[in-house]
Nanobody
């Protein structure tokens, strides 16, 4: 079992920056993908960025060049640094992890562990 707890987030004006952290705890075995997802009002959950245990990362097109995902395996912590924020980035952001041995090419259903979500609000 893996427990995930997000921190950071909050409110910022358009063009500003915010950082999110996700601390993992519990029993973890093997490698797994971690990712950040978001869900805006009335929208489906969207994969924002993900990162393999070796540090290979991918991003959805709308955040490329603005967001950076990273992970510290020793600290069991996932990060998302967000620059040049836009109003359309407003959403609840979730940290998630796949089951051990499952990589980031897996679909949403393979992410078996989720944080509680944290609000990010960008005002224009």
């Amino acid at each position: 079992q893996v427990q995930l707890v997000e921190s950071g987030g909050g409110s910022v004006q358009a063009g500003g920056s915010l950082g999110l952290s996700c601390k993992a705890s519990g029993s973890t075995y093997g490698s797994y993908c971690m990712g950040w997802f978001r869900q805006g009002p009335g929208e489906q959950r969207e994969r924002v960025a993900d990162i393999e245990s070796d540090g290979s990362a991918s991003y959805t097109d709308s955040v490329k060049g603005r967001f950076t995902i990273s992970r510290d395996n020793a600290k069991k912590t996932l990060y998302l640094h967000m620059n040049s924020l836009k109003s359309e980035d407003t959403a609840i952001y979730y940290c998630a992890a796949t089951h051990p041995g499952v990589g980031c090419s897996a679909p949403l259903a393979a992410f078996g562990y989720w944080g509680q979500g944290i609000q990010v609000t960008v005002s224009s």
